[in-house]
Nanobody, 117 residues
Protein backbone atom coordinates (compact mmCIF):
# COMPACT_ATOMS: atom_id res chain seq x y z
CA UNK A 1 0.00 0.00 0.00
CA UNK A 2 1.41 3.34 -1.06
CA UNK A 3 1.95 5.81 1.76
CA UNK A 4 3.17 9.39 1.81
CA UNK A 5 3.72 10.57 5.37
CA UNK A 6 4.33 14.26 5.98
CA UNK A 7 5.89 15.67 9.12
CA UNK A 8 7.39 18.89 10.40
CA UNK A 9 4.38 21.16 10.51
CA UNK A 10 4.16 23.46 13.50
CA UNK A 11 3.23 26.88 14.85
CA UNK A 12 5.93 29.42 14.04
CA UNK A 13 6.28 33.19 14.29
CA UNK A 14 6.47 35.39 11.20
CA UNK A 15 9.99 35.40 9.84
CA UNK A 16 10.66 31.93 11.20
CA UNK A 17 11.59 28.71 9.46
CA UNK A 18 10.30 25.17 9.21
CA UNK A 19 11.41 22.06 7.39
CA UNK A 20 8.75 19.67 6.16
CA UNK A 21 9.49 16.07 5.28
CA UNK A 22 7.52 13.52 3.29
CA UNK A 23 8.51 9.88 3.45
CA UNK A 24 7.20 7.63 0.68
CA UNK A 25 6.77 3.88 0.78
CA UNK A 26 5.67 1.18 -1.68
CA UNK A 27 6.56 3.23 -4.76
CA UNK A 28 9.65 3.39 -6.94
CA UNK A 29 10.43 6.84 -5.60
CA UNK A 30 12.98 7.80 -8.22
CA UNK A 31 10.39 7.43 -10.97
CA UNK A 32 8.07 10.04 -9.48
CA UNK A 33 7.82 13.77 -9.75
CA UNK A 34 7.43 14.93 -6.16
CA UNK A 35 5.58 18.04 -5.15
CA UNK A 36 4.33 20.10 -2.25
CA UNK A 37 0.90 21.69 -2.31
CA UNK A 38 -0.97 23.68 0.29
CA UNK A 39 -4.55 24.47 1.17
CA UNK A 40 -5.59 27.36 3.35
CA UNK A 41 -9.03 27.49 4.99
CA UNK A 42 -11.70 28.37 2.47
CA UNK A 43 -9.28 28.22 -0.45
CA UNK A 44 -8.43 25.70 -3.14
CA UNK A 45 -5.36 23.52 -2.92
CA UNK A 46 -2.46 25.18 -4.72
CA UNK A 47 0.93 24.12 -5.96
CA UNK A 48 3.96 25.24 -3.96
CA UNK A 49 6.88 23.47 -5.64
CA UNK A 50 7.84 20.36 -7.58
CA UNK A 51 11.08 18.49 -8.07
CA UNK A 52 12.06 15.91 -10.66
CA UNK A 53 14.02 12.79 -9.93
CA UNK A 54 17.12 14.52 -11.20
CA UNK A 55 16.61 17.47 -8.90
CA UNK A 56 15.13 20.10 -11.18
CA UNK A 57 12.85 22.27 -9.06
CA UNK A 58 10.03 24.61 -9.98
CA UNK A 59 8.47 27.10 -7.57
CA UNK A 60 5.38 29.22 -7.64
CA UNK A 61 6.02 32.93 -7.47
CA UNK A 62 4.83 33.41 -3.92
CA UNK A 63 7.54 31.16 -2.47
CA UNK A 64 10.48 31.89 -4.75
CA UNK A 65 13.53 32.86 -2.75
CA UNK A 66 11.97 31.70 0.52
CA UNK A 67 11.25 27.98 0.09
CA UNK A 68 13.54 25.21 -1.16
CA UNK A 69 12.37 21.78 -2.25
CA UNK A 70 14.81 18.88 -2.23
CA UNK A 71 14.74 15.11 -2.31
CA UNK A 72 16.81 12.17 -1.22
CA UNK A 73 16.09 9.26 -3.56
CA UNK A 74 18.02 6.86 -1.33
CA UNK A 75 15.71 7.70 1.59
CA UNK A 76 12.50 7.98 -0.46
CA UNK A 77 11.98 11.39 1.08
CA UNK A 78 11.20 14.86 -0.19
CA UNK A 79 11.72 18.00 1.86
CA UNK A 80 10.47 21.56 1.89
CA UNK A 81 12.66 24.10 3.66
CA UNK A 82 10.57 27.17 4.41
CA UNK A 83 12.26 30.40 5.46
CA UNK A 84 10.97 33.91 6.06
CA UNK A 85 7.52 32.55 6.77
CA UNK A 86 4.54 34.87 6.52
CA UNK A 87 1.06 34.61 8.03
CA UNK A 88 -0.28 34.00 4.52
CA UNK A 89 1.78 30.79 4.39
CA UNK A 90 -0.58 29.31 6.98
CA UNK A 91 -2.13 26.19 5.45
CA UNK A 92 -2.17 22.44 5.46
CA UNK A 93 0.78 21.30 3.36
CA UNK A 94 0.39 18.15 1.28
CA UNK A 95 2.96 15.94 -0.37
CA UNK A 96 2.22 14.57 -3.84
CA UNK A 97 3.83 11.86 -5.93
CA UNK A 98 3.10 11.76 -9.64
CA UNK A 99 4.26 9.73 -12.57
CA UNK A 100 3.19 9.31 -16.17
CA UNK A 101 3.00 6.08 -18.19
CA UNK A 102 1.25 4.61 -16.38
CA UNK A 103 -0.36 7.57 -14.71
CA UNK A 104 -0.24 7.38 -10.95
CA UNK A 105 -0.81 10.06 -8.36
CA UNK A 106 -0.71 9.82 -4.58
CA UNK A 107 -1.30 12.26 -1.74
CA UNK A 108 -0.21 12.40 1.85
CA UNK A 109 -2.53 13.23 4.71
CA UNK A 110 -1.15 16.74 5.18
CA UNK A 111 0.70 18.61 7.90
CA UNK A 112 -0.47 21.89 9.44
CA UNK A 113 1.72 24.97 9.22
CA UNK A 114 0.57 27.99 11.18
CA UNK A 115 2.43 31.29 11.04
CA UNK A 116 1.28 33.64 13.77
CA UNK A 117 2.82 36.02 16.34
Amino acid sequence: QVQLVESGGDLVQPGGSLRLSCAASAITFSMYLMGWYRQAPGKQRELVATITSGGTAIYTDFVKGRFTISRDNAKNTVYLQMNSLKPEDTAVYYCNAYRNVPTRAYWGQGTQVTVSP
